[in-house]
């Protein structure tokens, strides 16, 4: 007869959420945005219907910068 092992689950304590560290995280990386210190690598913008090929490039290696589904 097969031996019965008893598995208990564990659960992970979910991070707290801190909203007002991360509003002044965002804000702060919107001034950068705005004075034009930080800016974002655009590899592909695709039209919506393009969302297939959009994961495709995701997937493939050396993919560089960020996809953007336009409406």
């Known amino acids: 007869m097969a031996e ?3 598995v208990r689950s564990v659960r992970r304590p979910r991070p707290r959420r801190r909203p007002a560290a991360r509003r002044a995280h965002l804000e702060g990386l919107a001034s950068l ?3 034009g210190k930080l800016r974002v690598h655009v590899g592909e913008a695709l039209p919506l219907d ?6 495709e490039l995701l997937a493939r290696e050396g993919a560089t910068g960020k996809i953007v589904l336009t409406p």
């Open 33 to 35: 945005v705005e004075e």
């Open 50 to 55: 393009d969302a297939n090929r959009a994961h």
């Open 4 to 6: 019965r092992r008893h």
